[in-house]
């Protein structure tokens, strides 16, 4: 067969695939109501590097501030062992089989960064493991918060989480040594749910505007479909005005500073949320700081918005990573589980000392403190009956 007909039968499969796809979003049941759930079962994924030293901190204050709910029985927590590079290398399997039924035992999970290889690198080239946990648990919205209150910062972003150039990362072709081609993808039904979800948190927050970010003038077939469903699903909240900007002049108008604090809730496929965030974090304190909800209707999953940190491992510095990312990720766990109260006592804790008092300082180095010294300040900050009005005295 030459290499025309191989790259259409390997296409014409990989459409197969996403039609089946469409058909399983159209079809996917209703939220999960986690007020029903007894218990509701919080997984804890260490991941490689330095995940397993500041997933085990995020776990600590968990469990403190679960205390009554696991006494009660309405919440249980469970490690899951064995998604690591090394384990994952070895089946040659973004996720192991076991590992993946562990999670999908679980309601929620909360996840320790995992290494993503990449050609050249000692590991072999396997899909990334939170694509792959994000695609077979179809948590479709990442949601990442970015605030900054001195500064006047405080964005909502909605990452596209299923499709994209992330949904067949690892299924482009070679079609000669000089062609490859990767593909793209967008589906009405993906773009709506996710940009539906964005209009909702703005609608509950009273927050009146919605910005997409597209590259829709040049990539106009994907982007295209994606920024027509963001002005169709606008109509239907008409007290929120919706537009729409270029990922390149929005990652410039991120550091204008006249600007940036204009924007709220933005909402954007996979690829440019992926890279719009990380830059947006910096702000913040760096990737370090801030923390991500992958959300689906049935699983929900948190993590760091950062990767496992090799170099800081072979350097020797894996107990000075900040576990402030993970922690903070925590807080979206508790708030999406519904214990609002215990979230937002968290969130003010992760402010107070990462961007306010700063009593102690985490520097990736042994100049500052270690990521334990650190979630031991966090946790007395959380039980200072004085924490809300400190907070608010920052804001
Ligand atoms: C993120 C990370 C991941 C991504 C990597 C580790 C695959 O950068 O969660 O933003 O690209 O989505
Ligand atoms: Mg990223």
Known sequence: MNEIEKAKEHFGKLIEAQL????????????????????????????????????????????????????????????????????????????????????????????????????????????????????????????????????????????????GAYALGPFGVEITDDLTMDFTVSTKPGSERIIRLAFDYAKKNNIDRVTAVTKANVIKTTDGLFLKTFYEIAKEYPGINADDW????????????????????????????????????????????????????????FEAIHGSAPRMVKEGRTQYADPSSVIRAGSMLLNHLGYKDLGKKLEMALDICGQYEKKLVMTGRSTGATGREYCDYIMETITDPNLEKKWQEYQ
Request: hydrophobic share 40%; aromatic share 6%.
């Open 246 to 301: 270029f990922i390149d002049i929005m990652t410039a108008k991120l550091v204008d500073i006249k600007r940036r604090t204009q924007f709220k809730v933005l909402v954007l496929p996979n690829l440019y949320g992926d890279i719009l965030t990380d830059e947006a974090a910096e702000f913040q304190g760096g990737v370090g700081t801030a923390g991500s909800a992958n959300i689906g209707k049935q699983y929900a999953m």
């Open 20 to 163: 089946k796809r469409v058909k399983q979003i159209k079809a996917e049941k209703d939220w999960i109501d986690y007020t029903k759930i007894k218990p509701i079962i919080i997984g804890t994924i260490g991941g490689d590097g330095i995940g397993p030293h500041i997933t085990a901190e995020a776990q600590r204050v968990l469990e403190h501030l679960l205390k009554d709910e696991v006494q009660k029985g309405k919440i249980e927590f469970r490690v899951i062992e064995g998604l690591t590079i090394e384990k994952r290398s070895e089946v040659m399997k973004p996720v192991p089989d076991d590992v993946l039924e562990e999670i999908k035992k679980c309601h929620v999970t909360l996840k320790g960064p995992t290494t993503t290889p990449k050609k050249g690198d000692p590991w072999p080239n396997i899909e990334s493991a939170n694509v792959a946990v994000r695609k077979e648990l179809d948590l479709f919205a990442n949601v990442r918060p970015v605030r900054v209150s001195s500064q006047g910062i405080d964005w909502m972003f909605f990452r596209e989480n299923t499709e």
